[in-house]
Structures are given as C-alpha cells and as structure tokens.
C-alpha cells in the first residue's frame, strides 16, 4: 500500500512538472512572437519617419520618441523580450498590468480620437495598425494569462502613474522650447496651458479608472 502511495505521489510530481515545463514554454514562445511583432512595428516606424523626415536626423529622432505611442511600445517589446529569459518563480505582480493599461490607453485614445485624422497607406498603414491595434489586443491576452493578479492593489496605481506624468511634464518642457507637440490635444499653443492641463487630468482620471478596474477584473480571473 505504502509502495502504491509513493508510486502515485511520483506520478503526480512528474504530471505537476510536465505542466509546469510545458506552460513554461509556451510562455516564451508567446513572449517571442509578440516581442518581435513590437520590434517590427518600431524599427518600420522609426524607418518610415527617418524616411519621409523633413527635419534633421537628431531632430527627427527625438520627435519619434516623443510619442507616448512609441515609448509605450518600446516599454512592451522590451518587457516581453525580458519575459523570454525568466521564469515563472521570478515573476512579481504589477508591472505586466501597468504595462498593459499603458499599451490599452494607446489603443483607445488612437480609436477614438485620433484613427479619423488620417488615413496611411502600405507600410504605414501596416505599422499603425501593429502599434495601435495588434499590440494592445496581444498585450492583454499575455497579461490574461501570466500575470500574478492574486498580488495586485490598488495601492498600487500611484505608481503607475509616474511614467504618463513624467511623459506629460517631459512633452509640456521641451514643446515650450521646440513648439512641437505630438498630439494635438496636449498642444499649448493651440489650446492654451489650462486646457492642455485639463484634457490631460481627464486622460489621468481614465488611466486611473481603468487600473482600479483591471484590478478588480484580475481579482475575478484569480478566483
């Protein structure tokens, strides 16, 4: 009897590896499609701009990661290039979900307010629609399926926010000196400094709305 629990007792810690082994795996196969799916979509954007530049190269250079869109999707390739290398004991919860609301909030601002505005071609129209559309949907599906959300808190979201309030004061300094703005609803010169600072307290009240709601959600999925 005792043989025939030990015998079970094995069985089930192979069964328990093979599945840990396996979703292991899978997570970095994931990790490396959607990773360079990310650092496609950035060098072709970065190409496109160099290529239809009208301004020096430095300056362009700069303008290119002056987007909140290209930043975000930097941060996403970069962090899922990282996932491809770690394992699963190492993961900490919170950054996959900043992550992913930050890559959402491209999405929906870019389908709601900015998809109208024009309307690219070929290439272009290839990489909009990786770094607005493919990137937020497969960033979320990785964070449905690997990130720790037993551990998420709302105390949580402060931090959060540093990085869109350091992009903010980042875009707002050097547009005082350069004039250029990247999108037109945090132009000062267009709108002025006080409705600059109010549409950006609403985009903020979204950001933290929809983390206050991704942590409510990741606690359903947990249970």
């Known amino acids: 009897m005792n043989n025939l629990r030990k015998f079970s007792q094995t069985q089930n810690r192979i069964f ?23 650092w496609f979509a950035l060098i072709a954007q970065f190409y496109l701009m160099i290529e239809n530049r009208i301004l020096p190269i430095p300056e362009t250079t700069i303008r290119f990661f002056s987007y909140f869109t290209i930043l975000t999707n930097l941060i996403v ?16 919860s919170g950054n996959l979900t900043a992550i992913t609301i930050y890559i959402l909030i491209v999405g929906v601002i870019y389908q709601v307010i900015l998809r109208q505005l024009w309307q690219p071609t070929g290439l272009q ?10 990137t937020p949907v497969l960033t ?5 399926l690997y990130e ?29 000196f350069s004039n250029f703005y990247p999108y037109f609803f945090i132009d000062v010169n267009a709108l002025g400094l006080a409705q600059t600072l109010m549409n950006a307290f609403w985009i ?9 709601l991704f942590i409510r959600v990741g606690r359903l999925f947990n249970k």
Do not use: C
């Open 204 to 212: 903020l009240v979204f950001f933290v709305g929809l983390s206050m």
């Open 77 to 92: 390739a970069i962090y899922l290039t990282s996932e491809i290398f770690k394992d699963n004991s190492n993961r900490s």
């Open 148 to 176: 720790n959300k037993k551990n998420l808190h709302y105390k949580m979201i402060p931090k959060w926010t540093v990085f869109p309030l350091l992009y903010l004061i980042f875009v707002l300094i050097r547009g005082h």
């Open 140 to 144: 979320l599906f990785y964070w449905y």
């Open 16 to 38: 328990i590896l093979y599945l840990s082994n396996t979703s292991q795996h899978m997570k970095r196969t994931l990790a490396l499609i959607f990773s360079s799916i990310g």
């Open 125 to 134: 129209k290839i990489v909009d629609e990786l770094l607005h559309s493919v």
